[in-house]
DNA sequence: CCAATGTTCATGCAAACGCATCGACTTTGG
DNA sequence: CCAAAGTCGATGCGTTTGCATGAACATTGG
């Protein structure tokens, strides 16, 4: 009568709900702020790498580390990061503790287009998301999401 | 002393820390999904065409339609459906209705490579996403971004 | 101590992407 | 009714991406 609970069908499909609900939630403003050419002059996954330097102490990772965060391939970060560099927005030098080790530091013209950009998608962020939840809700997205994706260091491959 | 509601700062840093919560979920699971290899032999884009498709009736949508709801802009979906179906996933045909339009058609096999796909999705999603939350947060999370995608609808461009 | 193994980043290359644009068709307004 | 404007999908083209691989360095085990 009790159905068994790990192999619950229902739960699987709530689960999957759920996630397509998140994933479809996510496309959606993605392509808002694609709409109103927040990104401009850079692009998303930029933005991206440069918000996530931009965090941490002195604006600086490892590329592997870095890779951690961002959906991207190592080979296509490693091209990116050239890119950014040659755009004067980062600087990369040799780990002095690792010689493998190369260090992306994020620089003064970096951190400026970071903030510009990021104005930008604040705005949108409060035109496109502030409107659909109130505070409560949005607390409660906050929580979940962030509860999902620390769970992850927790779950083996 | 009481601030301007439409202007409060902290609404606009929650909206902010909840959509960033909500993105780094997706890339998280997103990473995760991609190191189970669950979209092979095809992409999780060229998946989420057949998905949506499989959720049409008669397993057919205009290529405008798809390009609505899928993350990819309309020359980039439209080699995509030829490369579909060049794999015989799905097929083409003129919109009777409209001499401009292109109706694209899931075929038998595409259907099967859906469901083959779909079910190691959904075995990824129960493994990554199952554990991270109880069934009352996932309703709720499923609740929240229907509720955040919903609302697009509603606030103009 | 050093040979074997693992890790980190860069590069060659083909595939896929977005932007700009075009031709074909539809809709609108006088 | 037709000319003007709008919409839909395809294609040329430069850029970006991922996969496979290589070179340099670090770590491990005997």
Redesign the pocket.
């Given at each position: 009568m009790t159905p068994p609970p790990s192999a619950d069908p229902s739960r699987a499909e709530l689960a999957a709900e759920s996630w397509e609900a998140l994933f479809r939630a996510q496309s959606a403003l993605l392509r808002r702020f694609?709409a109103d050419d927040v990104w401009d002059p850079i692009?998303l996954?930029?933005y991206d790498v440069l918000f996530t330097l931009s965090r941490r102490p002195d604006r600086r990772a490892?590329?592997?580390?870095?890779?951690r965060e961002v959906?991207?391939?190592?080979?296509?970060?490693?091209?990116?990061?050239?890119?950014l560099e040659a755009a004067g927005l980062v600087a990369?030098e040799p780990?002095r503790?690792?010689?493998?080790?190369?260090?992306v530091v994020l620089t003064e013209a970096g951190a400026a287009m970071q903030r510009t950009v990021g104005r930008r998608h604040t705005t949108s962020i409060r035109r496109y998301v502030g409107p659909a939840l109130d505070d409560e809700e949005l607390r409660t997205l906050r929580r979940l999401c962030d509860k999902l994706r620390l769970a992850q260091e927790s779950i083996p491959d």
């Amino acid at each position: 009568m009790t159905p068994p609970p790990s192999a619950d069908p229902s739960r699987a499909e709530l689960a999957a709900e759920s996630w397509e609900a998140l994933f479809r939630a996510q496309s959606a403003l993605l392509r808002r702020f694609a709409a109103d050419d927040v990104w401009d002059p850079i692009s998303l996954r930029e933005y991206d790498v440069l918000f996530t330097l931009s965090r941490r102490p002195d604006r600086r990772a490892r590329l592997r580390d870095l890779n951690r965060e961002v959906l991207l391939s190592q080979p296509s970060l490693s091209r990116m990061v050239e890119r950014l560099e040659a755009a004067g927005l980062v600087a990369r030098e040799p780990d002095r503790a690792d010689g493998r080790g190369t260090v992306v530091v994020l620089t003064e013209a970096g951190a400026a287009m970071q903030r510009t950009v990021g104005r930008r998608h604040t705005t949108s962020i409060r035109r496109y998301v502030g409107p659909a939840l109130d505070d409560e809700e949005l607390r409660t997205l906050r929580r979940l999401c962030d509860k999902l994706r620390l769970a992850q260091e927790s779950i083996p491959d």
